[in-house]
């Protein structure tokens, strides 16, 4: 095996390594040899994050940099002293950083946000990412609006686009492509994918109906056009029919990602109230990945309005695996789409899931779950990640299990019961439902036939 150093790589292939290093590392590389010297010098695509820095480090930075080779500026308030802000602006001058495609902003405070956005005379800037408290700081929305309106951002990573009645104002010509939100309200969001006309990615945690005054007031269907062509939604707490009206504002959507958990089990886990809704809302939509979680068992409502499982009490609800699974093996899902979906049932926290294959939440640990994949017949059960591909070769046969302290209840022992029909053997040596928390009759509930 060859070993190869950096001196011997060619200059591009350092550089393109370089962008991957911070600037210490970077200014490290250039005291070894002179080659390296040399190579660091016309390197031109440096990020200075000031969050790591020193007043110190960043004189002795500006000394050795120039200004036009910063290409990405990140600023941060996080635990830092109260004269930071006045020690940045006497050493770096903002107004030099005329290569600057990226700014992040996070925990500055309206005056701090207002020079810096003001400052930054960049043509170059693409990126622009913002993180504020809005309670605290709501002059933001007016600032953002000011400032992708006079650069050419294309992408905004913001926390959120509107609190009470301020909200940022999206200019008639803005060069916006892709926006990225942690929360917004149902309204501000069909705003916004009406008024951004080159608007074509939006990825948002969740989008929620009511404000801060609990007031419910909802826009009508809007006249305008949305070129919106992918959307993603991580935290999805929307109901069905929320859900489907925003996605209804959306008919040129290529691509649409969906991530719900522990919400109540409704029509967003039905594969035939699916198929009539893309085909009369969505009928250009290629790319289908979602992934939706229910508690079945006692429901509870959490500080933040989601749905929890309530380990004090339970109930006998039973979808079976396969009645779920039946609506997603129609042509249309299979043939015409060709998105493959598969559910299961979590053992020891009560969640049904169901998800598109490969699977897009991906757990650290494996949770012992009935599963049913497109081509089961019947449920398996197993504690293997979720997206490992399955070897029939290697099953193994189910001799033992022990469930003790688990809380499956009821609707669990179904599903257990279900998935042991996989099993090869018809003897079991053992079962422990000791301390399960439940007063099971095994025969009701189809076990007895494995004892």
């Known amino acids: 095996m060859v070993i190869m150093s950096l001196t011997d790589l060619p200059v591009e292939l350092v550089h393109r390594i370089f962008d991957y290093c911070d600037i210490t590392t970077i200014l490290s590389v250039r005291i070894i040899c002179k080659q390296l010297y040399l190579m660091t010098n016309v390197y031109d695509r440096y990020e200075l994050d000031y969050d790591y820095s020193t007043a110190d480090e960043l004189s002795l930075i500006i000394r050795l940099i120039r200004p036009e080779k910063f290409v990405s500026l990140i600023l941060s308030n996080d635990d830092m002293e109260d004269d930071w802000f006045t020690e ?25 946000l207002e020079y810096i956005l003001r400052t930054v005379n960049s043509d170059s800037l693409l990126s622009l990412s913002i993180h504020f408290d809005e309670k605290k700081y709501s002059e933001v929305f007016d600032i953002v609006s000011s400032t992708i309106a006079r650069l050419n951002v294309r992408r905004l990573d913001i926390n959120t686009i509107g609190y ?26 069909k705003i916004m994918i009406h008024s951004l006309r080159y608007l074509k990615n939006v990825s948002i945690k969740d989008c929620i109906i009511h404000n801060k005054n609990n007031r419910n007031v909802l826009l009508s269907a809007s ?3 949305s070129s919106l062509k992918s959307l993603t939604i991580t935290e999805s707490t929307l109901s069905t029919k929320y859900i489907q009206s925003l996605l209804s504002e959306t008919p040129d959507l290529l691509n649409l990602k969906m991530i719900s958990h ?50 004090q009490h339970g109930d006998d609800t039973h979808i079976s695996l396969n009645s779920i699974i039946l609506p997603f093996r129609t042509p249309f899902w299979f043939d015409e789409k060709h998105w493959l979906v598969a559910c299961d049932f979590l053992l020891g926290d009560g969640d049904l899931r169901i998800y598109t294959i490969p699977a897009i939440v991906v757990q650290k640990w494996n949770p012992d779950r009935c599963e049913l994949f497109p081509s089961d017949s019947v449920p398996r059960l197993t504690s293997r ?14 001799r033992k299990l022990y469930m003790n302290w688990n809380t499956i209840k009821v609707a669990g022992a179904r599903y257990l019961s279900d998935a042991l029909r996989k099993n090869t053997v018809n003897l ?24």
Do not use: M
């Open 223 to 225: 006249t305008s056009y």
């Open 88 to 112: 940045l602006i006497l050493l770096l001058d903002i107004r030099q950083l005329s290569r600057l495609r990226s700014l992040t902003l996070s925990d500055l405070n309206d005056v701090e």
């Open 164 to 189: 009470n009645e301020k909200h940022i104002t999206w200019p008639t010509e803005c060069s916006l492509k892709y926006v990225i939100i942690d929360t917004c309200t149902y309204n501000h969001f």
């Open 262 to 311: 522990k919400r109540q089990f409704d029509s967003l886990f039905d594969g035939a109230h699916w198929e009539k809704f893309i085909r009369a809302k969505l009928p250009l939509l290629i790319r289908f990945e979602f992934f939706f979680e229910s508690c079945l068992s006692k429901r509870q409502l959490e500080y933040d309005g989601r749905y929890c499982y309530d380990k």
């Open 428 to 451: 079991i040596y053992s079962i422990n439902l000791n301390d399960v928390h439940l007063q099971l009759d095994i025969d009701t509930y189809g076990l007895g036939y494995y004892l």
């Open 385 to 398: 990640s979720i997206n490992e591909i399955i070897d029939t070769s290697t099953n193994k046969t189910l």
